[in-house]
């Protein structure tokens, strides 16, 4: 009974060991694209990258369940002039979002009174002018710091519902992953990583219960 034990716990030991390497985490990386309405002239559509989803906010300056706040073209992050988190947002003009593994540690900027962070240098779109007027997505990506000091990286997608035939204004697709234990990290996890992590718990419950 003692030596299973001292195996069990042997084997306990090298699942940590495995997944402590140079690439684990133990959060899971959060990937998803979404299409967000915020087609609403008069209010903020805000999204959560914690819930993955829009959700319902009482009074923007006071929570931190709330990390983008969109309205047609106007983006706004919890943070600075926009509310009481920690948000802030970084432009990677040349990097691609495949590529971002890792956030940047520092330089990111806050919404002011006068201009939000996703507006800073040329933005996250451009505007076509008449005839057309059409709102058209940069090729660029983004790092958000969240409203609890988390980060996700970003891509603009498109502004319609339907963007080829650039109809249903201020539909904002983005793909995005998240990622929730306050690390700089952004790689998603691998599959053998997953499969450790998951025989680790199943050990340690055995373990437990033998006892």
């Known amino acids: 009974m003692i030596m299973n034990q001292f195996f069990r716990v042997a084997i306990l030991m090298l699942s940590i060991f495995s997944l402590f390497d140079t690439q684990s985490t133990w959060a899971e990386i959060k990937e998803a694209t979404i299409t967000i309405d915020a ?9 959560s990258f914690e819930a993955g989803k829009v959700v319902t906010i009482k009074d923007q300056k006071t929570t931190l369940q709330w990390d983008l706040g969109l309205k047609r073209t106007e983006i ?11 948000g802030g947002v970084i432009s990677l003009e040349k990097a691609k ?10 330089g990111y900027i806050a919404d002011t009174e006068k201009l939000s962070a996703l507006a800073t240098g040329d933005g996250w779109y451009v ?9 058209l997505v940069r090729n660029k990506a983004f790092v958000i710091r969240t409203a609890k000091g988390n980060y996700a990286k970003l891509f603009f997608v498109g ?6 035939a650039k109809t249903g204004a201020g539909h904002i697709s983005i ?13 998603k996890a691998n599959t053998a990583m997953v499969h450790a992590k998951e025989k680790l718990v199943s050990i340690w419950a055995e373990l437990k219960a033998q006892k």
Request: hydrophobic share 30%; aromatic share 18%.
């Open 159 to 164: 502004y319609y519902k339907d963007n080829k």
């Open 175 to 187: 793909t995005y992953a998240y990622q929730d234990d306050g690390t700089l990290n952004l790689f």
């Open 97 to 106: 979002f495949s590529e971002i593994d890792q956030a940047p540690a520092e």
């Open 39 to 47: 087609s609403n002239r008069e209010a903020f559509a805000f999204f």
């Open 76 to 86: 706004i992050v919890n943070g600075g002039n926009s509310g009481n988190g920690k």
């Open 127 to 135: 505007y076509t002018g008449p005839p057309l007027h059409h709102i």
